[in-house]
C-alpha cells in the first residue's frame, strides 16, 4: 500500500512516494526505511512487499555510466535479475508474479515493472504505482503548468487525501549528480 510518483523534467526525472506501510487489515505504520531511494545512477521507488523493496535496495546490481539501449536493458537483463532476486531471495510473489511494484528512473527515463515484471513506460512523461496511483495520476495530468516539485508534491497530497493506504513524509530523490538537486521540502 503505497503511492510512488516519477515525472520528467527535461534531462532529469524526480520519484517521489510516501512512508506508509499498510496491510488489507488497515493495520498502519510510517517507517524510516524509504520506498524511493538512489542507487548509482539509478532513482527506484516501489510500492507493496516490503521484502521486494528491501531486496531491490540490497542486492540489485546496476551498471555505472551509460547504458545503450535503455528500454532494452531494462526490458531484458534488468527485469530478469529482479525475478530472479526475488525468487532466490523470498519477495517472489503467488503465483510467481510480482508483488512489488517498481517505478524505474534512470537518466530522463522513467519505467514501471509490473505485476508480471512486464515493462511499461508512459507516453505522458509522468507515472504513478501503488494503491492511489489514480489519485496521482489525475493531478498530475491537471498541474501541468506548474514546477516538477510541485506537481509531484501536489500528486502525493491528493493521493494522501483521497486514500487510506497513503501517508507522508514524503520523499524524493531526483536522477543525476545529487549537487545539481536541492531536496524538495515537504509541506504536508
Known amino acids: 500500500m503505497s503511492c510512488v510518483v516519477g515525472i520528467i523534467a527535461g534531462d ?5 512516494g510516501d512512508s506508509l506501510i499498510a496491510d488489507d487489515s488497515g493495520d ?4 524510516r526505511d524509504r520506498k524511493v531511494f538512489r542507487k548509482g545512477d539509478f532513482v527506484i521507488g516501489y510500492a507493496g512487499s516490503i521484502r521486494g523493496g528491501q531486496v531491490l535496495r540490497r542486492k540489485l546490481q546496476l551498471p555505472s555510466g551509460r547504458i545503450g539501449d535503455v528500454a532494452e536493458f531494462v526490458e531484458g537483463k534488468l527485469v530478469d535479475q529482479i525475478r530472479n532476486l526475488f525468487e532466490e531471495h523470498g519477495a517472489i510473489g503467488e503465483n510467481g508474479g510480482n508483488d ?5 528512473a534512470y537518466q530522463n527515463r522513467l519505467f514501471t515493472i509490473g505485476d508480471d515484471f512486464h515493462v511499461g513506460e508512459s507516453a505522458d512523461g509522468y507515472d ?9 495520476l489525475g493531478s498530475l495530468f491537471s498541474t501541468g503548468h506548474l514546477a516538477p516539485e510541485e506537481r509531484v508534491r501536489k500528486a502525493l497530497q491528493a493521493a494522501q487525501n483521497y486514500h487510506g493506504f497513503v501517508r507522508g513524509p514524503f520523499v524524493y530523490e531526483w536522477t543525476g549528480p545529487r549537487s545539481e538537486h536541492l531536496p524538495v521540502p515537504d509541506i504536508d
Not at 100 to 104: F, Y
Open 12 to 16: 532529469r526525472v524526480l520519484v517521489g
Open 28 to 31: 498502519a505504520v510510517v517507517r
Open 100 to 104: 512489488t511494484p517498481i517505478l524505474l
Open 128 to 136: 504513478a504505482i501503488g494503491c492511489a496511483f489514480a489519485y496521482a
